[in-house]
């Protein structure tokens, strides 16, 4: 059987797979594709739009719906031709916004393969298995009318792939996902990673664990709807899958997939993970984090092993001590303080690549149970307060929640406090954006910061837009326009509210 695996991009609490990220999805499905004796292609969405509607590039801004082609694109017409199944990853739970790509939706994919003759057998996988929204500030709902164009639905399919041919895709199975039997899949599907878009200018994001180790979880969160409890993949087993990949050519590595990175164990086996790791890196950086967990020891070890740039992403979500307990999140506004200062102590002046060696960020999420204007005064206040001690941030990341059925916020009030502040929303992050962010940003690469190795990707006009390879990197703009995929160095010459302008050097 030959299948396909339609990428269109995903977006979650824990993983990213939006390029230049390739994420695990596509990775351990071709793995056990290959694992249960069959073939596959791999094709992103922006090669089925511009295949349907035979769009080019052209202008002065670069179309970004159709800019992250696969390997196979030139081949698309035959592929779909010979495809007996087509498994479509999708689904977007943290919205983002992204400077070089745009994830397909449920929606447009069907209306992508209604304009295709050939019909194959259709099966959706990923977050949009358990509903997706790629937009805050609304009830995400399981949009049962796409659901049931699709000839299946099955959450986790790489667990479950060799039941489901077993019994000819009739209905999904009931398989616990288990890391014995990722260890043997996530290695074979490494070498996916040739087809994807920008090859070898990307980052391979690495799964470290599944679940939550708090036994209360977050209002908003889904990984306790998916994962009943936490399970921690093996050292050997995540380095096995950095080797076969770097084996590919990858050379940059996110440890993204984890609700915390600081609760994967102990200071030394955080060690001798990263220790593994960092042999077959360029880039190492990681993502999540519990501010509640960061350690001075953690934190050491994590400054000495991971590469320029690294970030640990608070998910703080608010600094109102109401919210926090209504919530139940994670950390108190004290905990995080901490916890900045402590990644500053370790991360803030080291400096390889022209950005500090190790900064933490923070998300903060409106509409949550229990806001009022109070919570906005709080979050401005701890902020404040960070920026006048002369502690880096690497950035604030700010948006409204997306309720996910099954959540204990959607069980309690929905998007009751959503429609409540709404008229308040822009302005209050417009407030931390205007104050915070942009004083926040010159101390953190003031004007002649030199950044190395930016990586050029879009056009907007006359200005060319890059970043480099990494958890968040700082997008530069460049007023010209310069060839696109290359690296350059840059001297910043001035700010804006969240990106910087640069000259090449």
Known sequence: MLFTILDCYTDEPAGLGVPPYIGTYARYIAGAVLDAGHNYNYITIDDLRKFVSKKEQKGMKTDIKIRNLSGNFPNLGKI????????????????????????????????????????????????????????????????????????????????????????NFEADVSVAPNYDDLRKIAVLGAEVARQFPSYPNIIAEIETSRGCPRKVHCSFCTEAIKFCAMEKRGINDITDEVKALHNQGVTNFRLG?????????????????????????AVLHIDNANPAMV?????????????????????????????????????????????????????????????????????LI????????????????WL??????????????????????????????GDKFIKKNKRYYWKWRNEIRQKIDSPMLKKLVPVGTVLRNVFTEIYDGKTTFGRQIGAYPLIVGIKKRIPLGKYIDVRITGHMLRSVIGEVL
């Open 295 to 363: 350690t001075e020891e953690k934190t050491k070890v994590i400054a000495d092993y991971c590469t320029a740039g690294n970030v640990a992403a608070f998910g703080v979500e608010s600094f109102d001590k109401d919210v926090i307990k209504k919530n139940k999140l994670n950390s108190t506004p004290e905990q995080v303080y901490n916890a900045v200062k402590i990644i500053n102590k370790y991360g803030a002046k080291c400096r390889e690549n022209g950005m500090p060696k190790f900064l933490p960020g923070i998300n």
């Open 257 to 281: 997939k984890q609700s915390c990175f600081y609760s994967y164990g102990s200071a030394d086996d955080i060690k001798n993970l990263l220790k593994e790791c960092r042999r077959y890196a």
């Open 80 to 167: 779909l031709n010979k495809t007996d199944s087509l498994i479509i990853i999708a689904g977007v739970h943290t919205p983002g916004k992204y400077l070089g790509a745009v994830p397909g939706t449920t929606k447009e994919v069907i209306g992508l393969l209604n304009k295709i003759k050939k019909k194959f057998f259709t099966i959706l996988t990923g977050p949009a298995a358990y509903g997706s929204g790629l937009y805050g500030g609304r009830v995400a709902r399981a949009i049962e009318k796409d659901l049931q164009k699709f000839d299946l639905v099955v959450p986790e399919i790489e667990y479950k792939l060799k039941d489901l041919l077993a019994n």
């Open 366 to 381: 409106y509409g949550l149970i229990g806001e009022s204007r109070k919570t906005h005064e709080e979050n401005f206040k």
């Open 384 to 413: 404040k307060k960070i920026l006048d001690d002369n502690l880096l941030l690497r950035r604030i990341n700010i948006r409204q929640v997306v309720v996910f059925p099954g959540t204990l916020l959607a069980n309690e009030c």
